[in-house]
């Protein structure tokens, strides 16, 4: 997390030598508490909504659940259990106070976002932040780990970003990916592997423990403006396609079915008259929301059976084994059985984003507060 003068566009970095990832951290200790929580994080629930989880300071970037606990992204990592009890701290962060350096521009995008602004191009160009030691995101915990991001000293673009994942037990977080070709912008981990997608849109499989990746599907011409989205199914991920003019305008819009031991990608969709974005999958269906708000679609894994099966704008779409759970407009939570019936909705606290779902609930973070709502 950065302290930021002005709003900053970042770019890519080098694709020259790559800096080792930070050194790992002393290991923590899972009895560790987090430091005191102050009154305004004493609240039991907020607009309505039970607090699951209070951070002491700062706000929630991330959330992961299993069974028994509740992992919590904040500036360090906090786990608390499930069923409620005190926070303590997984891995702890620090702030650098010696790093202060200069944002690196996008200088054609801000000149874009600043169009008649000089003064504010000339503020965000030279903005100055205090780094923290490591920026984790992301969260997905599997198989007794959670597995973060880690987007390093230069956020969101850095070619130097890594994966890490830490016992749930407790432990100090050991890198097991670095020095990815083009960065890592997305990723998903199942029981044999980490799927991510590299800002050059590569599709790339590792193996669980980290180790050589093997090449999905190959990063795309930098001539090609593209943009993927991933979604993983059990034995293949989906990766929506788009491809733009020279003017940002869509040209074409396809979702490829790819199984994870490699071979030809296997286009399911084409030709879909507005970008898929926010791809879900179970165990049988892929679901996206629609580019143009028309809905949520629904189509099998080999194809087959499209069908609009939510009307009215959606994003940041998840599916659970009996639900499909997104956020409606004017920022309200909805939610609805995937057999059909009646889309269930209620608000949104200010600033809420909706974070994980499981069997029952959906997690949501607003500010420094943990949320959960219950879904039958």
């Not at 974070?355 to 607003?366: F, G, K, M, P, Q």
């Given at each position: 997390?950065?302290?930021?003068?002005?709003?900053?566009?970042?770019?890519?970095?080098?694709?020259?030598?790559?800096?080792?990832?930070?050194?790992?951290?002393?290991?923590?200790?899972?009895?560790?508490?987090?430091?005191?929580?102050?009154?305004?994080?004493?609240?039991?629930?907020?607009?309505?909504?039970?607090?699951?989880?209070?951070?002491?300071?700062?706000?929630?970037?991330?959330?992961?659940?299993?069974?028994?606990?509740?992992?919590?992204?904040?500036?360090?990592?906090?786990?608390?259990?499930?069923?409620?009890?005190?926070?303590?701290?997984?891995?702890?962060?620090?702030?650098?106070?010696?790093?202060?350096?200069?944002?690196?521009?996008?200088?054609?995008?801000?000149?874009?976002?600043?169009?008649?602004?000089?003064?504010?191009?000339?503020?965000?160009?030279?903005?100055?932040?205090?780094?923290?030691?490591?920026?984790?995101?992301?969260?997905?915990?599997?198989?007794?780990?959670?597995?973060?991001?880690?987007?390093?000293?230069?956020?969101?673009?850095?070619?130097?970003?890594?994966?890490?994942?830490?016992?749930?037990?407790?432990?100090?977080?050991?890198?097991?990916?670095?020095?990815?070709?083009?960065?890592?912008?997305?990723?998903?981990?199942?029981?044999?592997?980490?799927?991510?997608?590299?800002?050059?849109?590569?599709?790339?499989?590792?193996?669980?423990?980290?180790?050589?990746?093997?090449?999905?599907?190959?990063a795309s011409p930098t001539?090609?403006?593209?943009?993927?989205?991933?979604?993983?199914?059990?034995?293949?991920?989906?990766?929506?396609?788009?491809?733009?003019?020279?003017?940002?305008?869509?040209?074409?819009?396809?979702?490829?079915?790819?199984?994870?031991?490699?071979?030809?990608?296997?286009?399911?969709?084409?030709?879909?008259?507005?970008?898929?974005?926010?791809?879900?999958?179970?165990?049988?269906?892929?679901y996206w929301c629609d580019?143009?708000?028309?809905?949520?679609?629904?189509?099998?894994?080999?194809?087959?059976?499209?069908?609009?099966?939510?009307?009215?704008?959606?994003?940041?779409?998840?599916?659970?084994?009996?639900?499909?759970?997104?956020?409606?407009?004017?920022?309200?939570?909805?939610?609805?059985?995937?057999?059909?019936?009646?889309?269930?909705?209620?608000?949104?606290?200010?600033?809420?984003?909706?974070?994980?779902?499981?069997?029952?609930?959906?997690?949501?973070?607003?500010?420094?507060?943990?949320?959960?709502?219950?879904?039958?």
């Amino acid at each position: 997390m950065r302290t930021l003068v002005g709003l900053v566009f970042a770019v890519a970095c080098s694709s020259g030598s790559k800096s080792e990832p930070p050194a790992a951290d002393p290991p923590s200790s899972i009895t560790k508490a987090a430091p005191p929580a102050d009154a305004a994080a004493t609240k039991t629930e907020l607009d309505g909504i039970p607090v699951a989880v209070a951070l002491p300071d700062g706000n929630v970037y991330g959330v992961a659940v299993d069974a028994e606990r509740v992992f919590v992204i904040g500036t360090s990592i906090h786990v608390a259990p499930r069923a409620g009890g005190p926070l303590k701290t997984l891995v702890e962060v620090g702030i650098d106070e010696a790093t202060e350096k200069p944002v690196v521009t996008d200088e054609r995008e801000l000149a874009r976002q600043t169009a008649g602004q000089p003064e504010v191009a000339a503020a965000v160009r030279s903005a100055r932040w205090r780094e923290y030691a490591k920026n984790y995101r992301n969260p997905v915990v599997h198989g007794g780990y959670l597995y973060v991001q880690n987007l390093g000293t230069e956020a969101r673009t850095s070619a130097d970003a890594t994966i890490e994942r830490v016992a749930v037990a407790g432990g100090a977080p050991e890198v097991i990916i670095k020095n990815v070709e083009g960065g890592i912008s997305t990723m998903a981990v199942d029981a044999t592997g980490i799927t991510i997608v590299t800002h050059t849109n590569a599709v790339l499989r590792y193996p669980a423990a980290g180790g050589p990746p093997s090449t999905l599907f190959p990063a795309s011409p930098t001539t090609e403006q593209l943009k993927y989205e991933l979604a993983d199914g059990g034995t293949s991920v989906f990766v929506a396609k788009e491809t733009y003019d020279k003017d940002y305008k869509l040209q074409d819009a396809t979702i490829a079915r790819i199984s994870k031991t490699g071979g030809k990608p296997v286009t399911i969709a084409k030709k879909l008259s507005a970008r898929a974005r926010d791809l879900a999958a179970d165990a049988t269906h892929l679901y996206w929301c629609d580019g143009d708000h028309a809905g949520i679609w629904r189509i099998d894994h080999q194809g087959r059976g499209k069908v609009l099966v939510a009307k009215g704008y959606a994003d940041a779409l998840r599916v659970t084994e009996t639900h499909l759970v997104w956020r409606a407009k004017n920022d309200t939570l909805a939610w609805m059985r995937k057999s059909g019936g009646t889309v269930e909705t209620r608000q949104l606290p200010g600033h809420a984003t909706i974070e994980a779902v499981d069997r029952d609930t959906i997690w949501l973070a607003s500010e420094r507060y943990v949320l959960r709502v219950a879904v039958k």
